[in-house]
């Protein structure tokens, strides 16, 4: 079946601006996670999402960043303001429920590179 | 707080070589998982396996094998007999079961290059 799928693939902006990053979960997968990875800092939690709950946001870096779930599928991940820091691969996952137990799946990522 | 250490950063093989990628982690939960994803050049990351903290039975499948023993936190991944598609970089993970959150810790990763 189909895996998870972002769009854009690739994003370059100017600093300042804001972006817009899709998630598709796996079709029936009620947990998604957002993850960031960067050459410095590895691969980072921003933030999850289990079903219509309120969203666990502790790995926000920063105010700039926020997402939303729509309908328990579809996420986006809104980065305003862009700095040059921001610049990265940012990866959505999801998994069946939200449990440590289940292992998630990754898609492509969105490479993001701010000017 | 949770912590999982891979140490080496990269490694290097001639292709049928066997390869060990180390991975020592911290938690102090008594449950929890651990988990092993490898990322090709494409980008994507694919989950390889998962192990749960009061199961320390090792596991094979195919040219992977992965060794568990609690009594030094380390969850190592051994490819044998390698082969150019497995240059990737691997990453070993941990979530815990207590902690109220289902997010994974990785470690930085290992890229492994094997060539011809």
């Known amino acids: 079946g189909a895996g998870v799928s972002q769009s854009p693939s690739n994003k370059v902006t100017e600093k300042g601006k804001d972006v817009e990053l899709r998630c598709d979960p796996i079709?029936?997968?009620?947990?998604l996670y957002w993850y960031r990875q960067s050459l410095g800092q590895g691969l980072e939690f921003l933030i999850y999402?289990?079903?219509?709950?309120?969203?666990?946001k502790s790995g926000l870096p920063s105010d700039r960043f926020s997402a939303e779930r729509t309908g328990g599928s579809v996420s986006t991940l809104t980065i305003q303001r862009t700095q040059q820091e921001d610049s990265a691969v940012y990866l959505c996952?999801?998994?069946?429920?939200?449990?440590?137990?289940?292992?998630?799946?990754f898609g492509p990522g969105t490479r993001l590179t701010v000017t | 707080a949770q912590k999982v250490t891979q140490a080496q950063t990269e490694i290097s093989v001639v292709e049928k070589e066997d390869v060990t990628l180390d991975c020592v982690y911290e938690?102090?939960?008594?449950?929890?998982?651990l988990f092993w994803y490898k990322q090709p050049p494409s980008g994507e990351l694919v989950f390889l396996i998962r192990?749960?903290?009061?199961?320390?039975q090792n596991e094979i499948s195919g040219r992977y094998s992965w060794n568990f023993q609690k009594s030094t936190s380390s969850f190592n991944f051994t490819i044998t007999a390698s082969q150019v598609v497995d240059s990737a970089v691997y990453f070993c993970?941990?979530?815990?079961?207590?902690?109220?959150?289902?997010?994974?810790?990785f470690g930085k990763g290992t890229m492994l290059l094997v060539s011809p």
């Open positions: 079709s029936g997968h009620t947990a």
């Open positions: 999402f289990q079903g219509n709950s309120a969203p666990d």
């Open positions: 993970a941990l979530s815990e079961a207590n902690s109220g959150y289902s997010t994974l810790t």
């Open positions: 192990r749960n903290s009061f199961d320390e």
């Open positions: 996952a999801s998994s069946v429920r939200d449990r440590p137990s289940y292992e998630q799946y």
């Open positions: 938690t102090r939960d008594t449950t929890y998982y």
